[in-house]
């Protein structure tokens, strides 16, 4: 590849890496708002007994917790594996820089 090639696919991959970040954050924050949400309806739940509807929201916060370290989990497997990308763009393109220079 020459250097041209390399800072296209340089940009293309931190373009990625952008838009897979946004796409991740947003889905995390609607789990976030979410688990707000549903803890705040097991706060308003006065009675001294665990009814079946507490029971129910705390079941729905604890999937909406999980769901959100899964997708953080997978967030953090896709970003790693385009900084790995991005990384060997920039040293391919110090190496061809290099060469170009001597």
Do not use: N, P
Not at 35 to 49: F, Y
Not at 73 to 83: D, F, I, Q, R, T
């Amino acid at each position: 590849m020459d250097l041209m090639e390399l800072q296209r696919r340089y940009g293309q991959l931190r373009e990625a890496f952008a838009v897979t970040l946004g796409k991740h954050k947003e889905r995390i924050l609607v789990y976030l708002e979410e688990i707000q949400k549903l803890q705040l309806e097991v706060e308003q739940d006065t009675s001294e007994t665990m009814s079946k509807t507490r029971e129910e929201l705390e079941l729905r916060v604890t999937e909406m917790v999980e769901r959100s370290c899964l997708e953080r989990e997978k967030a953090h497997a896709e970003l790693s594996c385009l900084v790995e990308e991005i990384e060997e763009i920039e040293y391919l393109m110090m190496r061809v820089a290099r060469t170009e220079d001597q």
